[in-house]
């Protein structure tokens, strides 16, 4: 019996000590380590975020770039952290891709690490250097066909959001491409803005400044829809139906975070994420903004988890 209420009341002190230190959190700078290099999408959400995240709380919210193998780096480095709230990862979808790719991960994705909250909505765009002649996704897919294994095109990474979007159409439009992985989205668009590659499905936010120049050619977008931001550029589905591929960008800490601290953070990054400010940002940049409950969002990733299984079987995609 003494046993059993000792037990208790160290519970209850191990609860009110969580909730005296989410009640001051954050006491000191957070470091938001983005598992890919300045210029993509997760790192455009990252940086938008831990600014607004900052002002609210009076502390500062550091970006720590961690770029290389899908995201597998940077998150390693939060899997490994300390589990008190001060390590935040911003990662996409991609990160319950990876151990569909890699035979082994120095973690597991779904133990080693807490879904606080989705952060934004993720959707790619078709586009082409303009050397290639392709003006439309019905002539993309006529190429492809009519020139097999021709069509070099650009990924942020085996398994990303990216590489599995344009694996994808591949798969449903039979078509064979050369695909290259580069170490993050804004090197993999420097590559097909400069002819090095011929295509890619990128991440919105990272093509846009090209887009008006000419550099590159818009030739539809992943979502089953037009978008509101772009109503004159069509979807894939137009062109290839029954194509859509929409993903999400998330927010991260280490297993074992006390449960307060997780929902301060969360709570704390939905009123970032409905500041009037950020949703004209995010919007503008086509990551609309997506919030979800911590209880939500592990719910998600785990179907998710599932979801993306299945694709990489589908789309025979391969970490390369």
Do not use: C
């Not at 001051?24 to 940086?47: F, H, M």
């Not at 770039?65 to 300390?82: H, M, Q």
């Not at 398994?159 to 090197?187: D, E």
């Amino acid at each position: 019996m003494r046993n059993s209420i000792a037990g208790l009341m160290a519970v209850a002190v191990m609860l009110g000590a969580g909730a005296a230190a989410a009640q001051n959190y954050p006491v000191k700078p957070v470091r938001v380590v983005v598992p890919w290099p300045p210029g993509g999408a997760n790192d455009i959400v990252g940086r938008i975020v831990a600014q607004r995240l900052g002002d609210q709380t009076g502390q500062q919210f550091v970006i720590d770039n961690r770029g290389g193998a899908n995201g597998t780096i940077g998150a390693e480095l939060v899997a490994k952290a300390p589990a008190d709230g001060y390590t935040l990862m911003v990662h996409s979808a991609a990160h319950v891709t990876s151990p569909h790719l890699y035979k082994k991960l120095a973690y597991d994705t779904l133990k080693d690490f807490t879904g606080v909250t989705s952060l934004a909505v993720q959707v790619g765009m078709l586009v082409v250097h303009p050397s290639l002649p392709a003006k439309n996704v019905k002539e993309y897919i006529a190429l492809g066909r009519a020139q097999p294994g021709k069509i070099v095109y650009a990924s942020s990474g085996s398994g990303s959001f990216v590489h599995l979007a344009m694996a994808l159409i591949n798969s449903m439009s039979k078509t064979q491409m050369v695909h290259v992985p580069f170490k993050g989205g804004g090197p993999a668009v420097v590559a097909l803005a400069s002819g090095e590659v011929q295509a890619m499905t990128a991440t919105i936010g990272s093509v846009i400044p090209h887009l008006p120049s000419g550099r590159l050619r818009a030739l539809g977008v992943t979502s089953a829809t037009r978008m509101k931001q772009f109503p004159d550029i069509p979807a894939i589905a137009e062109g290839l139906p029954g194509y859509d591929f929409s993903a999400w960008i998330g927010a991260f800490l280490a297993s074992g975070t006390p449960k307060p601290i997780v929902e301060r953070l969360n709570g704390e990054i939905k009123k970032t994420l409905e500041n009037p400010d950020v949703v004209k940002v995010l919007s503008g940049q086509t990551l609309d903004p997506m919030y979800l409950t911590s209880e939500q969002f592990g719910a998600r990733l785990k179907s998710d988890f599932d979801k993306y299984e299945k694709l990489v079987k589908l789309t025979g995609a391969t970490a390369n």
